[in-house]
């Protein structure tokens, strides 16, 4: 079984450009994840998809980020325009959405902003 | 709110020593508990997580946790550490609920000396 692919696996761009990922969750996943993490940090959540519906986008900075998941699969992440402290890794999850399953994680993007 | 707290920012343990990872949890209520390792360069690998039951989990790769409600602890071991346990290692917290995001800890590193 494949894991979560995300792609690129690194970026560099410079600030006020805009940058997209994208990721394809576990076939079979409901539940879709976005995780950002900072250098030295734990992963938080950005976003968080049931199906095609953005349930969680509590903690997303919904200025100059945004997120689709148009079919209720695969998944993008864009910022638009990047700021010198959008540079983390970007991770994405997925898990089957029921009690007691776990999620499983991509290696995720790392974006440098210059 | 939930958190997640790991007082060892840093730990170097000699190869075959043992070892142990601490990380407390705020939380209302008994939550979905979790570890994870992170290795340079790739995603977040899960090593064990507890639901309910028993609270001694074992884990992949030679880990076990042990859940203390009293303590709101659950601290990961393991008997004897080989260098390739050298790594970031995470602990993270989930509401008791299907579907719901991670709240991960800082981390700690784990160096292993020769």
């Known amino acids: 079984e494949a894991g979560v692919v995300q792609s690129p696996r690194y970026k560099i761009i410079e600030k006020k450009q805009p940058v997209a990922f994208w990721c394809n969750p576990i076939?079979?996943?409901?539940?879709l994840y976005w995780y950002r993490q900072n250098l030295g940090q734990g992963p938080e959540l950005l976003i968080r998809?049931?199906?095609?519906?953005?349930?969680?986008d509590s903690q997303l900075p919904k200025d100059r980020f945004s997120a689709e998941r148009l079919k209720g699969v695969d998944s993008t992440l864009k910022i638009q325009p990047a700021e010198l402290g959008d540079s983390a890794v970007y991770l994405c999850a997925s898990s089957k959405g029921t009690l007691n399953t776990e999620a499983f994680f991509g290696q995720g993007t790392r974006l440098t902003v210059v | 709110a939930q958190s997640v707290t790991q007082p060892d920012i840093h730990i170097t343990v000699s190869e075959g020593a043992s070892l142990e990872l601490r990380c407390n949890y705020s939380?209302?209520?008994?939550?979905?508990l979790f570890w994870y390792v992170q290795s340079p360069g790739q995603g977040l690998q899960l090593l064990l997580k507890y639901f309910s039951g028993d609270t001694l989990v074992q884990g992949i790769k030679g880990f076990e946790a042990e859940f203390k409600r009293s303590q709101s602890s659950f601290n990961l071991r393991k008997p004897s550490v080989h260098w390739s346990d050298a790594a970031e290692y995470f602990c993270?917290?989930?509401?008791?609920?299907?579907?719901?995001?991670?709240?991960f800890g800082k981390g700690t590193t784990l160096s292993v000396s020769s």
């Open positions: 998809y049931e199906n095609e519906e953005a349930v969680d």
């Open positions: 993270a917290v989930a509401l008791n609920q299907a579907g719901t995001a991670l709240i």
């Open positions: 939380y209302g209520a008994t939550p979905y």
């Open positions: 076939s079979g996943h409901n539940t």
